[in-house]
C-alpha cells in the first residue's frame, strides 16, 4: 500500500474517532452535570460545595499528559497544515516560520516533547522506556499525520524536529512500517535528525542502522522479522552515504531471515518444488558475501559455508531430479514416435 494511501485511511479512521470520542465526551459531560446538580440540590445551603483540588499521582503523570481531545488533535492538524502550505518548499525542506498561530501550536508540542523527553531519562530500563514511548506517542500522532499527508499532497515540507523525533520513537517501539513512512518522508525532503537528541549520525544511517539491528536482534533470539521492511529500508538509504558496517548489518539482518524462510520452506513439498528454498538460499548467500566485503568482521563466514554446503548438496540433487525427468521425457517421445503408424 502506498504512503498517501496509508495516510489517507489514517485520517479517515482519525475523523472517525475523533466523532466517536466527540460524542462520548458530550455524554459523559451532560451527565456528569445532571449528576453535580443533583447533589447540588440535595446539599443544605451552608454546607461548602467546593470539590477538594485531586492530588497528582507521579504514577500517573505520563498517561494525563498524553490524553489528547479530538478538539486538540484537529486543531494540530489543522496549524501542521497549514504550516506546509504556507512556508514549505519543494525538494530539500527550509526551516519552519517562527510568527504565527501555527508557530506558537508547534513550539508548545515541541516543549511537550522535551518534557516527555526529560521524563524519559529517569527511567533506567529499556522496556519501560519503550513503554512510556507507546503512551506518549499519541499526544504528536494529529501533526505526524498531518504533515505527511500535506507533503504527499503538496510535495513541499518544512523542517520539523517532532516528526524528526517520531520516526526514532516508531522504530525504538517496534513500529518500523509507520517509522518508514516517516522516514521516507525525511529522505525526501532532506529533514534534519532532532537538535534535542544530540545526533551524530547521519539520518539515512541512522533509519538503516535501526531496521538492521532490530532485525539482527529477532534473529539472534529465533523470532522472524519481516523481510518487507528490511528490503524497504535498505532501499529507502540505498543512495546515502554511510558507514560500509552500517551497510554490512542491513545485508546480513536480510540474509539471515532469508534463511529463516527458507527453512521454514524445506517441509513445504509445494514450495520445495518450486525451488523457493534454494532461490532463498541463493539470495541469502549473495548478500552473506557482500556482507563480508563490507565489513570483514561481520561475522557471516560460518553462515556462508553453511549455505554453500546446503546448495552443493541439494541444488545438485534437484538438477539431477530434474535432468532424469527431462530425458524421460524425451525418451517417451522418442518411443511414440518409433511406434508403427495406422
Not at 30 to 47: H, Y
Not at 126 to 135: G, L
Not at 230 to 255: E, G, I, N, S, Y
Not at 278 to 292: E, F, G, N, V, Y
Amino acid at each position: 500500500m502506498s504512503i498517501a494511501a496509508k495516510i489517507r485511511l489514517r485520517k479517515l479512521a482519525t475523523l472517525q474517532a475523533a466523532s466517536a470520542v466527540a460524542v462520548a465526551a458530550r455524554e459523559q459531560a451532560d451527565a456528569a452535570e445532571q449528576a453535580r446538580r443533583a447533589e447540588r440540590l440535595a446539599q443544605p445551603f451552608d454546607q461548602d460545595t467546593l470539590a477538594p483540588v485531586a492530588s497528582i499521582d507521579p504514577a500517573n503523570a505520563n498517561a494525563a499528559s498524553a490524553d489528547v481531545s479530538p478538539a486538540t488533535s484537529l486543531r494540530q492538524r489543522k496549524l501542521a497544515r497549514l504550516e506546509i502550505d504556507e512556508h514549505g518548499a519543494q525538494g530539500l525542506a527550509p526551516d519552519r516560520s517562527r510568527s504565527g498561530e501555527g508557530a506558537t501550536e508547534y513550539e508548545l508540542l515541541l516543549a511537550a516533547l522535551g518534557e516527555d523527553e526529560a521524563a524519559l531519562k529517569s527511567l533506567q530500563g529499556t522496556e519501560r522506556k519503550e513503554e512510556a514511548k507507546r503512551h506518549m506517542i499519541s499526544k504528536y500522532d494529529a501533526h505526524v499525520d498531518a504533515t505527511l499527508e500535506a507533503s504527499v499532497d503538496s510535495g513541499k515540507a518544512v523542517q520539523d524536529e517532532i516528526v524528526a523525533m517520531m520516526m526514532i520513537w516508531r522504530f525504538d517501539i517496534g513500529d518500523f512500517e509507520r517509522g518508514l513512512d516517516i522516514a521516507e518522508h525525511m529522505l525526501r525532503h532532506g529533514l534534519r535528525l532532532p537538535a534535542i537528541k544530540n545526533f551524530v549520525r547521519t539520518p539515512a544511517t541512522i533509519i538503516c542502522e535501526n531496521v538492521a539491528e532490530a532485525g539482527l536482534r529477532a534473529d539472534g533470539v529465533s523470532k522472524d522479522f519481516d523481510v518487507a521492511i528490511l528490503h524497504r529500508a535498505a532501499q529507502l538509504t540505498a543512495d546515502f552515504d554511510m558507514p560500509d558496517q552500517v551497510r554490512a548489518k542491513m545485508a546480513k539482518a536480510t540474509a539471515l531471515h532469508l534463511l529463516r524462510g527458507a527453512e521454514a520452506a524445506d517441509s513445504d513439498d509445494e514450495a520445495v518444488k518450486a525451488g523457493k528454498p534454494a532461490a532463498a538460499r541463493r539470495t541469502a548467500l549473495d548478500l552473506l558475501r557482500r556482507a563480508l566485503e563490507l565489513d570483514k568482521n561481520s561475522g557471516v563466514k560460518k553462515n556462508i559455508e553453511r549455505v554453500e554446503s546446503w546448495l552443493k548438496k541439494h541444488v545438485i540433487t534437484l538438477d539431477a531430479d530434474s535432468k532424469a525427468d527431462t530425458d524421460a521425457a524425451a525418451d517417451a517421445g522418442n518411443a511414440a514416435d518409433d511406434s508403427p503408424k495406422d
